[in-house]
């Protein structure tokens, strides 16, 4: 899972910043393949996250869906190879194991990673993987973005709760979220065009977001 890890944060850590994308995406990538105990025999792991990196950004400038297919095929090629098995030791072990907090006794940190990772991703660069689902749904429905702006910020910490909750097995309070989803965006919806592009919009941003945080959960 340590490669997937790596994986998830270089992509999340690239795209949360305005500049400088791709080296601070390499910097994650090689710096968090050495602090996981990869060493440099595993130098083809960080060349791997960059290389994925670098197709991400350069896909997403262009709103093309080949970054997300980058991504994806190589999260799972790394998942089903058990490339994250890396041995040796970890150099933060015994800083992870010190932790004064009560909720990681007992969390290997390769999981930890993980979930770090899942949260970076999960925060701007799942934005770009929505984006692009409204935009092959029709370029009327992207259009709503611009009215309704909303979606970029609630929509990151919308994915946090999802994956959250589905990961500690809290069912009652992720229904609780996903239908607390439509309160806030009932007013506009009721004043929606006869095309509907607007309940469309939502609709599909809401699904597409919601599906990308519970396809993580399977691996926790």
């Known amino acids: 899972m340590t490669a997937l890890a790596i994986l998830l944060a270089s ?28 060493g440099w025999h595993t130098t083809w792991l960080a060349l791997i996250c960059v290389v994925v990196v ?16 980058a991504v994806g095929l190589t999260g799972l090629a790394l998942t089903v190879a058990s490339a994250g098995d890396i041995t040796g030791d970890v150099p933060i072990q015994d800083w992870y194991d010190d932790l004064p907090v009560p909720a990681l006794a007992g969390v290997p940190i390769d999981r930890a990673a993980l979930a770090i ?28 973005e611009n009215t309704l702006r909303g979606g970029r910020l609630l929509g990151p910490l ?9 990961v500690g097995g809290n069912l009652g309070a992720l229904g609780a979220l996903v239908a607390a989803k439509g309160i806030p965006r009932f007013p506009e919806i009721s004043r929606d065009q006869p095309d509907g592009m607007r309940a469309e919009y939502v609709l599909v941003g ?8 519970l396809l993580l959960v399977p691996l926790f």
């Open 11 to 38: 992509v999340g850590a690239a795209d949360l910043v305005p500049r400088w994308r791709l080296a601070v995406g390499a910097v994650v990538a090689v710096g968090g393949s050495l602090v996981l105990g990869a």
């Open 54 to 69: 670098a197709v991400w950004l350069d896909a997403a400038r262009q709103h093309r869906l080949a970054g997300t297919v």
């Open 117 to 144: 990772g899942a949260l970076l991703f999960l925060t701007t660069a799942a934005n770009v993987v929505v984006r692009q689902a409204l935009q092959a749904t029709g370029p009327l429905v992207l259009a709503e």
């Open 158 to 166: 919308e994915r946090w709760l999802v994956f959250a909750f589905a």
């Open 206 to 213: 809401s699904f597409v977001s919601w599906t990308l945080a």
